[in-house]
């Protein structure tokens, strides 16, 4: 079977396909049917935070498909028990779950849950903020690219600048139900939430009563160098959205949720698949393994290992390098895609955040080894890429 050409015959059509085939993975490593490695700085949109095919992941999975692997949520079953009480441990003030399959879902579950708990309509979301391609998270994402062709979205939502708490204070009103922010926006352009401003957005809502939703779909569990990144500010959300590296892979997505969550009664919302055992017991296997690897004091210290080599690049075209821990946005002066594909040349995988920011999301396992590789292939890559402009 010749795997690029049946994908290619048979694909949908809303991805560009790569022109080789990746069938292993380990640890920051992919692996072509070639043999050949590639250093991933994508972890999948940030869901290998753990790296690739993680041993106790996997053997997590094959004794729960022995098991038991689907189970509506009436049923309560032990691997979700263990996840509800593992997870809120790490979220104090969020004591209750609701478990669906990706991150979209949990925003569209924060969404509606937002909706029922104010009696209000209203959802004010971030410029560059990005949420999801379902119709309500869509209406909260903000770049138009993702928008044209499907309007009309989800009335009642509107958009701010980030990190503008005058403009938070103005926008705020009597018909909020709520605000909804990323704590670090990626597909935006990496660009952490300052302290102030989500300080400044937790009191404004509780002035107004609106919720304050917090998206942590791609910045949580570990990436910045805390569990989740909303902990840097000393706040806690009434509902916080995570998905991605919660079961190390495996489909998975949660809204965790506060005390000022209510109105939420048997039949409200709901989701088949949400809470399966089989993914439950993936997410107890990786939460325990990143306690385990103690997986933020890692993001930390990589991180800035990482932007300290970067910051070191002599090149005219980096506007400026940002972020926090392993979650890194490389702005440049121009478009990002060029840079990208030469990158893939040296075999290092990594992504853009709009046209002109290289974002670099290794699982946070990388060694240094690899790092520094990483880094070099960019500094070559940045000072060719200039030397033959000129």
């Known amino acids: 079977m010749n795997i690029i050409e049946t994908e290619n015959k048979h694909t949908s059509g809303v991805y560009v396909k790569q022109n080789f085939a990746i069938v292993r993975g ?39 498909a022995t098991k038991l692997i689907t189970l509506f949520e009436t049923f ?71 928008r044209e062709g499907f309007e009309p979205l989800v009335p009642g939502f509107s958009h701010v600048p980030f990190n503008n708490p005058d403009a938070l204070e103005k926008a705020v009103s009597a018909e909020t139900a709520a605000v909804i922010l990323e704590a670090v926006q990626g597909e935006g352009g990496v660009y952490p939430a300052s302290a102030d401003y989500l300080q400044a957005a937790r009191r404004i809502c509780d002035e107004r009563g609106a919720l304050l939703i917090v998206d942590e779909i791609q910045s949580g569990f570990g990436r910045t160098g805390k569990m989740f990144a909303y902990q840097h500010s000393g706040i806690t959300p009434d509902i916080l959205c995570v998905a991605k590296s919660l079961a190390g892979g495996v489909p998975i997505g949660a809204a965790l949720l506060g005390t000022r969550v209510q ?17 439950m017991a993936a997410g107890v296997a990786a939460l325990t393994a990143m306690e385990e690897e103690n997986l933020p004091q890692q993001a930390a210290e990589k991180g800035q290992y990482l932007m300290e080599k970067l910051r070191a690049i002599q090149s005219p075209n980096i506007r400026e390098v940002r972020g926090l821990g392993l979650m890194i946005g490389i702005e440049l002066k121009e478009k990002a895609a060029p840079y990208l594909k030469a990158l893939l040349q040296k075999r290092i995988i990594a992504l853009n955040a709009g046209l002109t920011v290289i974002r670099l999301l290794p699982p946070l396992v990388i060694s240094y080894e690899q790092l520094d590789k990483v880094a070099a292939a960019l500094g070559e890559v940045l000072t060719q890429e200039m030397q033959n402009a000129e």
């Open 26 to 64: 380990s640890g920051a490593s992919l692996f072509d049917e070639d043999g050949n490695e590639y250093i991933d700085c994508s972890a999948g949109h940030g869901v290998a935070n753990l790296g690739h095919a993680h041993p106790k992941i996997a053997a997590a999975l094959a004794d729960q």
């Open 76 to 146: 309560p079953n032990d691997q979700r028990a263990a996840l509800m009480e593992k997870l809120t441990a790490l979220t104090p003030g969020l004591e209750r779950v609701f478990f669906c399959n990706s991150g979209t879902e949990a925003v569209e579950a924060a969404i509606k849950f937002s909706r029922l708990a104010t009696r209000r309509t209203g959802i004010i979301a971030a410029m560059r903020g990005f949420h999801g391609r379902s119709y309500g998270s869509l209406s909260a994402t903000y770049n138009k690219k993702y």
């Open 263 to 279: 109105n939420l009664t048997p039949g409200a919302h709901g989701s088949t698949f949400g809470g399966n055992p089989l993914a």
